[in-house]
């Protein structure tokens, strides 16, 4: 087929040409978002599940939909270098100056104006003035230094400044998994009082999924404030939709063979179909109208080498020699999650003396706790890439003896 028109989408967080299996959760964001501005409660969101299954596309979406209902929006990707106060303090700056631009002076804009500026001159590293907004900051509001009183300040203010609008206020919060206790507490604490007072803010956010674990340990009331959505694979109908939808609208039909092949070989996983998909695509005839399980099947070497170099080698290649360790002793069961004391055991160590590495390895966003004591990959097919592709360290050889 013709590469210039291959209609698939392979890469980080981009929106791929049918979101198929996702419905629910967008019709259900929809009516979040209308009863807000409504002035009527409803449970923020947050978003869970394993890399590559079209998180960052589904907040995107989400964003769109704020969009179209008018809603000034915020979004901000967390990393592992944290900052979240300032990236929150420069975002909410443009949504107030949009507020702004909406009609004539307002108290209440200005108002929060002052108070993100004192926020922002709070928070900022060095001490200096981040940014101005043609306004004094308000003393004695959002600068204690406490971050969670001092967030809680700025959202009441922003609510109040985007409920005299008449809008509302979307913050949308990607890879949530990289904040730390007491920023996603804070976050937390501010977006419950400002729900309490029916302020029109909603957050959603994305993340791995001991997101709700951490939100539970940051605020008791964090599963009352938020509605935990875990986002998985495709089902095997959505699956097929998403690679047939794209092709048949370019006149291109995918055999039922080469559709099942491709199901099979990504688990349903969105960001694995667009890359099988694609190379499908390039490699079929392009004087024909099918695709055939011939063409997945001489492309598989091609996909599983783009994959291995890029999805799984750049996680792979964080690692330290003690985290490859316990990587390839989690791998080395089996796919699924497993209990700490066997991955221990793989090693030849105690749990105890593994817990560190473990903790490392969660906090890269690696693994996550399934239950009580057990662990499993975020990234699907991980234990496959291990076991195709690193040796068994020198260190469980000689345990094993």
């Not at 029916?198 to 404030?225: D, F, N």
């Not at 069961?333 to 105890?352: C, Q």
Request: charged letters at 25%.
């Amino acid at each position: 087929m013709n590469p210039y028109r291959n209609p698939y989408t392979p890469g980080a967080g981009v929106k791929p040409p049918a979101l198929v299996g996702r419905d629910d959760l967008i019709r259900k964001t929809d009516i979040l978002l209308g009863r807000v501005l409504e002035g009527r409660s409803g449970q923020s969101l947050l978003a869970t599940g394993l890399r590559g299954v079209g998180k960052t596309v589904l907040l995107n979406r989400f964003v769109e939909i704020a969009d179209e209902k008018h809603y000034k929006t915020a979004y901000i990707e967390c990393t592992e270098q944290g900052g979240l106060p300032l990236k929150l303090a420069t975002r909410l700056r443009a949504v107030l100056f949009e507020l702004d631009r909406m009609g004539g002076i307002s108290e209440k804009v200005r108002k929060a104006m002052g108070i993100l500026t004192s926020f922002a001159w709070r928070v900022n590293p060095d001490g200096s003035q981040s940014f101005t907004m043609g306004v004094d900051p308000r003393r004695g509001t959002a600068d204690s230094g406490e971050l969670a009183e001092d967030l809680t300040d700025v959202f009441i203010a922003v609510g109040e400044a985007a409920r005299d609008r008449r809008t509302g206020v979307l913050i949308g919060l990607d890879e949530l998994q990289y904040l730390t206790s007491d920023e996603l507490g804070a976050v937390i604490m501010a977006l419950h009082r400002a729900s309490q007072l029916a302020h029109p803010i909603v957050v959603i956010g994305t993340g791995l999924p001991q997101i709700a674990a951490l939100a539970g340990e940051a605020k008791s009331y964090s599963e009352r404030l938020f509605e935990f959505t875990p986002v998985g694979s495709l089902s095997p109908a959505d699956a097929r939709d998403a690679i047939e939808r794209p092709a048949e609208s370019l006149g291109v039909t995918f055999s039922a063979d080469a559709l099942d092949s491709i199901v099979t070989a990504t688990h349903g996983y969105p960001y694995f179909i667009q890359e099988w998909a694609a190379e499908a695509w390039n490699h079929a005839d392009p004087r024909g109208k099918v695709i055939t399980r011939d063409d997945v099947d001489a492309v598989r070497p091609i996909v599983q080498g783009k994959l291995d170099n890029s999805f799984f080698r750049v996680r792979a290649d964080r690692l330290t020699p003690a985290e490859r360790e316990y990587v390839f002793a989690l791998a080395a069961l089996g796919p699924g999650s497993h209990r700490s004391g066997e991955v221990a055991a793989r090693m030849g160590r105690t749990v105890e003396s593994v817990a560190p590495t473990r903790q490392n390895l969660q906090r890269k966003g690696m693994v996550y706790g399934v239950g009580r004591g057990e662990t499993a990959f975020t990234v699907p097919l991980f234990d496959d890439y291990v076991r195709r592709t690193m040796e068994e360290p020198a260190t469980h050889r000689r345990r094993r003896r």
